[in-house]
Nanobody
């Protein structure tokens, strides 16, 4: 029943901005964490950012700190990723993912270990392409 749908990807020049949105259904909002991951061909999928719905606690990977911001809307059950100062290395397919079982631990674990765990996330969207030209 859980569904995640990403939107907002596109082509921008370096230094530009995009805002991605993840629309969710079928999740218990306050018990969930939402993560944004990205992947390029031949590369491992990497965690970019995550937010715990209950209190808004967040994790950002070092490469996007100060440039990306994740927000949640409990009424709409949506999560947005505002991406500013985009760089060519940000080019990837971006996936929205939901952790519906370990939300209370995912953010804290990421903060301690320095990265999100793919295996903590149970549901995935189809992805949206972000391309940043140099």
């Amino acid at each position: 029943e859980v569904q995640l749908v990403e939107s907002g990807g596109g082509l921008v020049q370096a230094g530009g901005s995009l805002r991605l949105s993840c629309a969710t259904s079928g999740i218990t909002f306050e018990d969930s964490a939402i993560g944004w991951f990205r992947q390029t061909p031949g590369q491992e999928r990497e965690g970019v950012v995550s937010i715990r719905s209950s209190d808004g606690d967040t994790y950002y990977t070092d490469s996007v700190k100060g440039r990306f911001t994740i927000t949640s809307d409990s009424a709409k059950k949506t999560f947005d990723l505002q991406m500013n100062s985009l760089k060519p290395e940000d080019t990837a397919v971006y996936y929205c993912a939901a952790d519906t079982t370990t939300a209370g631990l995912t953010i804290a674990s990421a903060q301690v270990m320095g990265g999100l765990r793919l295996e903590d996330f149970d549901y995935w969207g189809q992805g949206t392409q972000v391309t940043v030209s140099s």
